[in-house]
């Protein structure tokens, strides 16, 4: 595998991070890291911790302790939409795209951070808002064809079905061309071929771009057969970490989602 | 409105909204019609046309606000006085003349909306309502209790003049207004369908996403009420010179209130909506003009309350129509027939 290559030059690093809401303790103590160039799974029970992660990463929860650095830079404190400008793109497990605009122009929103244009210029807008426009425009194109979304493109997003909503939102977060991606449950509530074609895409992505991935997960085929790692959360707490094998056979991993015998 | 089988062969023509001759056509002869319209068009008319205008650019401004960017403001009519009034003042005192004094009343009265849309940034949907509603009182009782403004005795502005020509009729203010809407509408449409516009919607659809797509939410909320109320400002300026006497009454809470209902019923976030909105409650209170006399004559008994009170009724009930039957207003009765001629003579 290529990842291992770079292996010793984590993208992100996520430090004895805690999260806490009163006296729930929703993280305690959890490091991990995301190297170059790999996918990496989040799974574990409901209600282990795997989105709250992911909020404090992009910046929607501040950690009660811990830190988390992105390239040498300090996420912990920063708001959610400066570190999309650093190329930290999600994706919602629940769907949160904006349901009055088009496919086109959710994407085109997504262009946000890349824009330069402002008000005075996108009053005009003939010239270089325009021209602007037509250049994003371009990229956007390439999204959807990537996703092959050409025939939802002029559609409201709010009229779609369930797994093209879900398409649109892994489209958007590819249109900010992300330097990180990060999937809350980019396969839920889909059936085995949606399932099949969203990891399809996922590794068509992985492949074209060579970002690197973190990717929340329940389905257990899904996980074992395109990510290079994972690491389980249970109850907030980091149970096991590394290769989709050796997660398969860890007594704790079994006894976490099983039960004791 | 596309006639069926014309298809766009770049980028460039699909997010054109003028896209065939026929188009131009229209709207050329449309506007040499709407310029050449006080030389024959009657007095009524002309001054119906000109309040009209000064609505739709207030219009304009909340349809920015609330139908694009969700933050709901009771605070138009408000932002409307401070432009009135800093356009008055700056003419009267200062004698700085209209030209320079419409765009500053604009820029006066959005750095008011800053002030006044700060509450947003905290705070959504009908308690931000409220709080605009606070603002409107806030505007007004500090217009009432400062010298600058006249008080209660309000200010008498002058006409605009270029050259020594003076824009004293309403026939002449005509082409100002005319002129001002067209530029205004212009920057409203184009503005939306660029970055910022999405930006705005992104905010009013999900301001969550829209913080991971990147959008300050902070920032562009203020934008949003900044460039409202700069068209409330611009609007009010306008209005000062027309009817050349200002004074608190003229800018109440109904007027507020007025102005959101000519924004449902036209329907929120579209800018043509902002037009139909205008048109249909104008031609409402028009109608209510015209019918209320020959009420109060019918029904002696009754008194003159409810020929009085008409225009409300009409106005509640015109809002309680729309809001049952067609809550998105008339602009997607427009959509709707716009699509339905983009497939004709096909059924689907």
Redesign the interface.
């Known amino acids: 595998m290529s990842h291992r290559q770079h292996e010793n030059r984590p993208v992100i690093r996520v430090r004895r991070l805690s999260l806490r809401f009163g006296g729930l303790e929703a993280l305690s103590n959890v490091s991990v890291d995301v190297q170059e160039g790999e996918i990496l799974a989040i799974i574990g029970p409901n209600g282990a911790g795997k989105t709250c992660f992911l909020n404090c990463i992009?910046?929607?929860y501040h950690p009660y302790e811990g830190e988390i650095l992105y390239r040498d830079k300090d996420l912990t404190r920063l708001?959610?939409?400066k570190i999309?400008?650093l190329g930290l793109?999600?994706t919602?497990q629940n769907i949160?795209?904006?349901?009055?605009?088009t496919a086109l122009?959710n994407l085109?929103?997504?262009?946000?951070?890349h824009?330069r244009?402002?008000?005075l210029?996108?009053?005009?807008?003939f010239g270089p808002?325009?021209k602007?426009?037509?250049a994003h425009?371009?990229r956007v194109?390439e999204v959807i064809d990537l996703l092959e979304m050409e025939s939802i493109r002029k559609k409201t997003v709010g009229s779609l079905p369930y797994g093209q909503r879900k398409k649109v939102d892994l489209a958007?977060a590819l249109c900010?061309d992300p330097a990180l991606l990060l999937l809350d449950e980019p396969m839920a509530g889909m059936n085995v071929e949606e399932k099949e074609d969203m990891a399809r895409f996922i590794l068509d992505v992985y492949e074209l771009k060579k970002i690197p991935i973190v990717l929340i997960e329940h389905d257990m085929d899904v996980v074992m057969d395109i990510c290079h790692r994972i690491v389980v959360l249970d109850f907030g707490r980091k149970l096991a970490e590394g290769r989709a094998q050796d997660i398969k056979d860890d007594e704790r991993v079994i006894r976490a989602y099983l039960g004791e015998a | 409105m596309r006639p069926c089988g014309v298809f766009d062969k770049s980028?460039?023509l699909?997010?054109a909204i003028i896209r065939t001759w026929q188009h131009w056509a229209v709207l050329i002869s449309a506007l040499v019609f709407l310029y050449l319209f006080p030389l024959f068009g009657s007095y009524y008319l002309i001054s119906f046309i000109n309040l009209l205008c000064i609505s739709i650019i207030v219009v304009l401004g909340l349809q920015i606000v609330s139908g694009f960017c969700g933050q709901i403001s009771f605070g138009q009519a408000a932002f409307m006085a401070v432009g009135a009034y800093t356009s008055s003042i700056l003419t009267i005192r200062y004698g700085i003349s209209f030209w320079l004094a419409l765009p500053l009343s604009g820029i006066m009265a959005g750095a008011v909306g800053i002030i006044g849309g700060a509450p947003s940034l905290r705070i959504k949907g009908m308690y931000l309502a409220m709080a605009t509603i606070a603002i409107h009182f806030v505007v007004i009782w500090v217009i009432l209790h400062m010298e600058i403004t006249g008080s209660f005795k309000g200010l008498y502005p002058m006409p605009p003049s270029i050259g020594g020509f003076e824009f004293d009729t309403d026939e002449r203010m005509f082409y100002i207004i005319v002129s001002v809407v067209i530029i205004m509408t212009?920057?409203?449409r184009?503005?939306m369908?660029?970055?910022?516009?999405?930006?705005f919607?992104?905010i009013?659809?999900?301001d969550?996403?829209?913080?991971?797509?990147?959008?300050?939410?902070y920032y562009y909320k203020l934008?949003a009420f900044f460039?409202s109320c700069f068209y409330a400002g611009v609007a009010g300026s306008l209005w000062a010179h027309l009817i050349t006497v200002v004074n608190a009454e003229q800018f109440t809470l109904l007027h507020a209130l007025e102005y959101v209902g000519m924004l449902i019923i036209g329907g929120m976030?579209s800018i043509p909506g902002v037009f139909f909105g205008v048109l249909f409650i104008r031609i409402l209170n028009e109608l209510v003009m015209f019918t209320s006399p020959a009420l109060a004559k019918a029904l002696p008994w009754m008194g003159s309350s409810p020929a009085a009170s008409l225009g409300l009724i009409a106005f509640g009930l015109a809002m309680a129509v729309f809001l049952i039957f067609e809550p998105r207003g008339l602009a997607h009765r427009w959509e709707i027939f716009k699509s339905s001629y983009r497939l004709y003579p096909f059924a689907h």
């Open positions: 992009n910046g929607f708001k959610p939409h999309a400008a793109a999600r919602f949160e795209l904006f349901s009055g605009l122009d085109m929103s997504a262009r946000h951070i824009m244009h402002g008000a210029l996108g009053c005009l807008f808002t325009r602007e426009e037509i425009r371009e194109e958007r900010m | 980028y460039a699909d997010i212009y920057a409203a184009n503005l369908r660029s970055k910022v516009g999405r930006a919607v992104a009013r659809d999900n969550l996403a829209g913080e991971v797509m990147g959008v300050n939410l934008l460039i976030g």
